[in-house]
């Protein structure tokens, strides 16, 4: 009993080390991910600079809530592939530890790992990813009219709205040039004047005296003259990675809640998984592994992002929690397990160059369609 306290302590050990050093990187790379869009939005014009770590620190819960599932996933697997490359599993089974057991002794870590990222995914992620759009969205006044610029080109929705001016008196900008490129549409409005308003998030233009052009690009071209036209933009944009996991947009709040839930609920099947992913040969090097588990990771998270965008309020048993996506992945790791790991699956577990780039193709694939 004392003997495998200590291989229990030790195998813990080593997950958690691993789990908080990939924990830190991970969210250092979303930090700066997001920094760096966040800048952007700021050149742009979008986005006050003086509120951008106030909104990146509001959503961290956000984004931890995402990484603890994939840090866990991929310490376990790192700890077990080490342990089948170095011979260190047999020490194990020689103690009369089998792999059911070596997941009994990393339980406790589990579901401590899996209250603290319920309570970020279901509770504290929410609530202050809700508090950053708010702070983007009471930016004063003045500070967009000071983001502001003359003389030169301002995308004012990150999207197909466009503005340009010679100078600006007070809250009037004087020479305007407003147009907006969309598909085939090509809008364009000159005035003498205009003056910005902000109302519910949307910046609201007041053209005064000019000429509006309603599409430059159709044969029947036509212009009319204004005395005073009015004209809203959504200044509410979202031009940042990753947008189907961390920025979807979902009109239901039943379906957003339920994928809250969902992210927490990945965390016994992918510990299931690591200790088939995590099985190789001796000697023979853990990228293989390392490469398929996270090929693995990301069709898992795909899925459950195909699940989510399925729902059209009707079913909604089928979506509590996005449970069938779950129970798919805990068949197919009992399958494999019973099967004696990898060995059905054997050519994605071979570490050759050329299986190792397609696998890293197929995953950039799905980080570009997640991105998108």
């Known amino acids: 009993m004392y003997k495998k306290n200590i ?25 700066s991910s997001r920094l760096v869009g966040y800048f952007e939005q ?4 979008s986005l006050n600079p003086n509120i951008i770590f106030s909104v990146i620190a509001l959503r961290l819960p956000d984004f931890l809530s995402l990484l603890i599932p994939f840090a866990f996933f991929l310490s376990l697997l790192m700890v077990v592939s080490e342990l089948y490359n170095s011979n260190g599993i047999y ?27 319920s309570l970020l995914s279901i509770f504290v992620g929410p609530y202050s990813k809700s508090l950053s759009k708010n702070l983007i969205a009471e930016q004063s006044y003045e500070d967009r009219l000071k983001l502001l610029k003359s003389k030169t080109l301002i995308n004012l929705d990150n999207k197909h709205s466009y503005l340009y001016f010679d100078s600006q008196d007070n809250n009037l900008m004087n020479n305007v040039t407003f147009f907006v490129n969309k598909d085939s549409l090509l809008s364009l409005i000159k005035a003498e004047h205009l003056e910005i308003l902000n109302f519910n998030n949307e910046m609201i233009l007041n053209f005064q005296n000019g000429s509006i052009y309603p599409n430059l690009n159709s044969s029947t071209n036509i212009n009319a003259s204004f005395n005073d036209l009015t004209h809203s933009i959504n200044s509410d944009s979202n031009s940042l990675s990753l947008s189907k996991l961390l920025d979807f947009k979902q009109s239901s709040s039943f379906i957003e809640s339920q994928w809250n839930a969902s992210i927490p609920l990945m965390l016994f099947a ?19 592994s390392l490469v398929t588990g996270v090929l693995i990771y990301i069709i898992y998270l795909s899925l459950l992002v195909v699940f989510r965008e399925s729902y ?20 197919f790791g009992t399958f494999m397990y019973l099967s004696d790991g990898r060995a059905n699956i054997q050519i994605l577990a071979q570490s050759s160059r050329l299986q190792i780039s397609a696998i890293i193709f197929i995953i950039f694939a799905l980080l570009i369609w997640l991105s998108s």
């Open 7 to 31: 291989l229990a302590i030790h195998l813990n050990t080593q997950v958690i080390k691993g789990f908080l050093a990939i924990l830190l990187i991970l969210t250092g790379l979303i930090f």
């Open 42 to 45: 700021a050149a742009a014009g």
């Open 91 to 117: 020490a194990y089974f020689s103690a009369g530890v089998s792999r059911i057991k070596l997941m009994k002794y990393l339980t406790p870590f589990l579901l401590v790992i899996f209250i603290l990222c």
């Open 270 to 288: 992918l510990m299931l998984l690591s200790f088939i992913f995590g099985k190789s040969k001796p000697r023979v090097g853990r990228e293989g």
């Open 312 to 331: 059209s309020n009707s079913l909604n048993f089928l979506y509590i929690g996005l449970w069938p996506v779950h129970v798919i992945f805990l068949l």
